[in-house]
């Protein structure tokens, strides 16, 4: 199983960029996807995920209505478009696959597979 981030850059502050998540090994439909982030000396924060309801679909508070979650399953691909932008986006970030569907909360549990990762800055 291999999920590959790709789309990551160095954007301007209100900017947009689209992350994406393709696999293989496994059908994407059938999992969960999350997006997390890792900026640098913080923890790991769980940013979205997409699973099969809408309510195992969130996103955390800091994007909400700037970051939308999508699936391509023809692609097996998943994407994270970001809008609007701030510095204090600038991470890592990663795609992960849970088994089923997401979680009801964030940290509920552990997903199955990661990505290796894919780097975005914001400049102000």
């Known amino acids: 199983v291999q999920l590959v981030e790709s789309g990551g850059d160095l954007v301007q502050s209100g900017g947009s960029l689209r992350l994406s998540c393709a696999a293989s090994g496994i059908t994407l439909n059938d999992y969960g996807i999350g997006w997390f982030r890792q900026a640098p000396e913080k923890e790991r924060e769980g940013v979205s995920c997409i699973g099969d309801t809408e309510d195992r679909t969130y996103y955390t508070d800091s994007v909400q209505g700037r970051f939308t979650t999508s699936r391509d399953n023809a692609k097996n691909t998943v994407y994270l478009q970001m809008n609007n932008l701030k510095p204090e986006d600038t991470a890592v970030y990663y795609c992960?696959?849970?088994?089923?569907?997401?979680?009801?909360?964030?940290?509920?549990?552990?997903?199955?597979?990661w990505g290796q990762g894919t780097q975005v800055t914001v400049s102000s």
């Open positions: 992960a696959a849970y088994e089923a569907t997401c979680p009801r909360r964030p940290k509920g549990r552990n997903p199955d597979y």
